[in-house]
């Protein structure tokens, strides 16, 4: 309390991820959301015959490599993930889902499931909100895959550790006008085609005025039935989306 019976202070219920203030917030796993919030746009999208993942990476320099910049990665050859907020919060829970994966194949020998595999991910994310001395994690990610024959998954994990399954969905920065046109365009018998289209025009329209839109700061890969975890290739992409 401050000098004088007056209200209490932000500051001093976000020292630790622990603390609940007097209305039921803590304040670090909501700076934790407000990172992600800054990162770069990244969507999924599920369509007829699979999953799509698509980012943008925003490149801002002439001089940066765009295959440098990692935003999708691959889990497994039926798991992708976008992610969006701190790239190295990020590596480090790609890396454990990757250990995940590995782990069940070789103790089960059959593929992890995508839902196990979030729900993992998740309750690590909220371990690091529970316990004093700990970071939230800066980072939320769209994971999505194949659970078997025509078992099409796709998950939102959030800083807090919650999770949520989407048949289309966007994180980073404008998210709300991703989503805007995700919800009025979205069709779950859309073609992979289309579908990069639908992504391409959310990313597109989700920029800020003053930002360049450029094919070259794409990042799209799909899962499909029977298929592997597969990019697509800059070539193939502008083929899609045409000039």
């Known amino acids: 309390m401050i000098a004088g019976g007056g209200a209490p202070k932000t500051s001093a219920y976000d020292r ?3 603390m609940f ?3 039921g917030r803590l304040y670090q796993v909501e700076y934790a959301a407000r990172i992600v919030e800054q990162g770069t746009l990244g969507l999924g999208i599920i369509y007829g015959n699979g999953v799509l993942f698509a980012a943008d990476k925003n490149i801002t320099s002439p001089l940066l490599l765009p295959e440098s910049v990692e935003k999708l990665f691959k889990i497994d050859d039926h798991i992708g993930a976008i992610s969006a907020g701190l790239v190295g919060d990020a590596r480090r829970l790609v890396k454990i889902a990757r250990e995940k994966a590995q782990e069940n194949q070789m103790y089960f020998e059959e593929k ?8 993992e991910l998740s309750a690590i994310k909220q371990y690091f909100t529970q316990y004093a001395g700990m970071r939230p994690f800066g980072v939320s990610f769209i994971i999505g895959g194949y659970d078997g024959a025509d078992e099409k998954k796709l998950f939102e994990t959030e800083p807090s550790g919650a999770l949520a399954q989407y048949k289309a969905t966007a994180i980073g920065r404008n998210k709300a006008k991703a989503m805007e046109i995700l919800e009025k365009d979205y069709n779950d018998k859309m073609t992979q085609e289309q579908a990069v289209r639908l992504a391409a025009e959310a990313l597109k329209q ?4 003053k930002e360049a839109f450029s094919l070259n700061s794409l990042d799209f890969a799909f899962i499909e039935d029977g298929k592997e975890f597969e990019r697509i290739s ?3 992409l502008k083929s899609l989306l045409g000039k």
Do not use: D, F, N, R
């Open 16 to 18: 630790v991820s622990t």
């Open 234 to 236: 800059q070539k193939k």
């Open 21 to 23: 203030s007097p209305k």
């Open 112 to 119: 992890i499931e995508v839902e196990t595999l979030v729900k």
């Open 206 to 209: 989700s920029k800020e005025k």
